[in-house]
């Protein structure tokens, strides 16, 4: 079955520095993979999402990710942090039944 | 319009109750889910509609009871809940597989909590 890992549980980042967050796939097919982000006790928003139209795909919020097939990864950045950006941020994957399979989340934290 | 609305926002029931959650959309959207969310994890799902007919139950237990009563509307229906199943319960809509966009658009969800 098709799957995300998400590395790192928590990442913390000084507003303005650089923010990543990793995401890796298990898939024998190219799939359609998406990043969405959850605000304390709201539902999730679509960031953005790679069906395999472009590699490097930008989102909302100046959010990207690029999507390597040969490292099986769709790493979500954004150049510069902003305090609004703290957040929960979830990679899933389509399973091809349109249900999304969740990875197990990376909590953004941003400092002063 | 690009909103999933659920009501309640906020529902706590004892364990002999019974309830039902709701989750609407006007997207056009012929594929709807029923998410559960506890606290500090990820989304899992538990049912999927597709053009009104359940497709996927993930072997949820009895006691959650989904039904579509048209496209447009999704209710989860709620008895003899156990504490246990106190979560966020989120509804999403999207496409079917094999037409348009790919993504799934969320509700702000349901806060259950069963005493």
């Known amino acids: 079955a098709q799957s995300v890992t998400q590395l790192g549980s928590h990442v913390s980042v000084s507003e303005g520095a650089l923010v990543l967050l990793r995401c890796n796939y298990s898939s024998s097919v190219p799939p359609y993979l998406f990043w969405y982000v959850q605000y304390p006790n709201q539902g999730l928003q679509l960031l953005l999402k790679y069906t395999s139209a472009a590699t490097l795909v930008k989102g909302i919020n100046g959010f990207e990710a690029e999507f390597k097939k040969s490292e099986t990864s769709f790493h979500l950045t954004k150049p510069s942090a902003h305090m609004s950006d703290a957040a929960e941020y979830f990679c899933?994957?389509?399973?091809?039944?349109?249900?999304?399979?969740f990875g197990s989340g990376t909590r953004l934290q941003v400092q002063p | 319009d690009t909103e999933v609305t659920q009501t309640p926002k906020h529902l706590v029931m004892g364990m002999t109750n019974k309830k039902s959650l709701k989750c609407e959309q006007h997207m056009g959207h012929r594929a709807m889910y029923w998410y559960k969310q506890k606290a500090k994890k990820p989304p899992e799902l538990m049912f999927v509609?597709?053009?009104?007919?359940?497709?996927i139950n993930e072997s949820v237990p009895s006691r959650f009871s989904p039904e579509c009563p048209n496209s447009s509307l999704l209710n989860l229906h709620l008895h003899a809940l156990q504490p246990e199943d106190s979560a966020l319960y989120l509804c999403?809509?999207?496409?079917?597989?094999?037409?348009?966009?790919?993504?799934?658009?969320f509700g702000q969800g349901t806060r259950l909590t069963v005493v």
């Open positions: 999403a809509s999207s496409s079917p597989p094999g037409q348009g966009n790919t993504e799934a658009f």
């Open positions: 899933a994957v389509d399973t091809g039944r349109r249900a999304l399979t």
């Open positions: 509609y597709s053009y009104e007919k359940l497709s």
